[in-house]
């Protein structure tokens, strides 16, 4: 049976350029970063070339890169230390983010009494820009935090305009921009967010590293306590391996950013004909137009009975898709994403998010359509 992965959302298969450069470090650059002979100083400077590369792709300096290992722990670190060291008295954020950052906001406010205003979702999924502004009147020292890309929806929040609108109210703006590193131009001196974070695992990369962007003059703490690495901001040993295939998967991803998103958009296109034509009645969760090219969350007209056995039908035939989030795919709760901007009949209905690679193809696409008329 061939397997069909459209769940490019959740992780993304390994480039093998990237598999090749990690397996070049793992066999010769066994050095510790922090050690002084030529093995560490090594190491030292792959790390230092590995944080150059990602800085320069995002237009930033290298210092403000600090590498974490992944994005739950990125921020967290960054919504912890709104709180504790920048001493904010409010997150501002949405209902629609991911449980890294929605349960991140809950234990600050479970544990540091701090005030949450969430922003209305509209119900084509996006933010609502004028009951921000109306939250920001507020004067109270404030964190924004807004995802730049949904990975249930693939929304996309017009992060220039927000982090300008942030900038004006003097309040400092996070965003979780894990679904549109890789994939979209960011200049970060045109966009002034204060903090971002990313997860190589989405772009091509390995699992279990990511980075935090930290704009320059805005110092955090460490949460756990160490050695002096990453300026002593996040100690533990370097996973040199990871962090180079980071660099390196993020370095080919902007490479072949244009035909690989021209590739993806039409397979997109595709999809969504393929779906219209054979299901008349489908929907599509979000704005299609609105959201970023490799996420398509399709509504299908079946009995709401139909929900709870899609994944494991489509599974059965090789096919891995997804509900939500990585973390809600074998679960029967709805998603929370979905469930903040769709009425209570629309949650109900069978939804499944189709997101998709440059390694997927038509014929993928053609199976599972033919899967989902079977269903
Ligand atoms: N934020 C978003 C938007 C995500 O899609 C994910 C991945 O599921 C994460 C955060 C968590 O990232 P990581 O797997 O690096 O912890």
């Known amino acids: 049976m061939e397997k069909i992965y459209l769940d490019n959302a959740a992780t993304t298969a390994l480039r093998p350029e990237v598999a090749t450069e990690m397996m070049g470090i793992l066999q010769n650059e066994y050095g510790n970063p922090s050690s002084s002979h030529s093995f560490g100083r090594t190491a030292k400077s ?3 070339l590995a944080r150059k590369t990602i800085a320069q792709l995002l237009n930033v300096a290298a210092q403000e890169i600090i590498f974490t ?3 739950t722990e990125a921020n967290n670190w960054v919504l912890q230390n709104a709180v504790t060291t920048l001493q904010v008295k409010r997150i501002i954020t949405t ?22 205003d969430f922003v209305k979702i509209k119900t084509d999924g996006s933010i609502d820009i004028n009951h921000l502004m109306e939250l920001l009147s507020e004067e109270i020292p404030t964190l924004v935090s807004l995802m730049h890309v949904n990975n249930e929806t693939g929304t996309i929040l017009d992060l220039e305009e927000i982090a300008t609108i942030c900038k004006q109210h003097a309040v400092y703006f996070h965003s979780d921009t894990v679904q549109s590193v890789g ?8 966009i002034p967010v204060d903090f971002m974070v990313a ?9 279990g590293v990511g980075f935090a962007f930290i704009r320059k003059g805005l110092s955090l703490k460490p949460i756990f306590h160490g050695g002096e690495q990453e300026k002593g901001i996040r100690p533990g040993t370097e996973s040199l391996h990871n962090i180079v295939g980071m660099a390196k998967a993020l370095q080919i991803s902007y490479q072949n950013l244009e035909a690989e998103r021209n590739y993806i958009q039409e397979l997109k296109d595709y999809t969504i004909t393929q779906l219209q034509n054979k299901f008349p009645d489908v929907a599509f ?5 609105k959201a970023l090219y490799t996420i398509l969350n399709v509504r299908l007209p079946l009995d709401a009975s139909k ?5 494991f039908n489509l599974d059965m035939k090789g096919i891995a898709v997804s509900r939500g989030s990585a973390c809600q795919s074998g679960s029967a709760r709805p998603s929370h994403v979905l469930a903040a901007f769709l009425t209570q009949e629309e949650v109900l209905k069978p939804s499944v998010r189709v997101s998709f690679s440059h390694f997927n193809t038509k014929k993928e696409i053609d199976i599972l359509i033919e899967a989902l008329l079977a269903l």
């Open 46 to 48: 792959k790390l230092e």
């Open 69 to 71: 290992s992944g994005a």
């Open 95 to 116: 209902r629609v983010e991911h449980h890294a950052v929605l349960h991140a906001v809950e234990f600050m406010q479970k544990n540091q009494e701090i005030q949450v």
């Open 183 to 190: 994939k979209m131009e960011l200049d970060l001196q045109k």
């Open 199 to 207: 997860s190589a695992h989405k772009f091509h990369g390995p699992k």
């Open 285 to 289: 969760n979000g704005s299609v137009n």
């Open 307 to 311: 929900s709870s056995m899609l994944l």
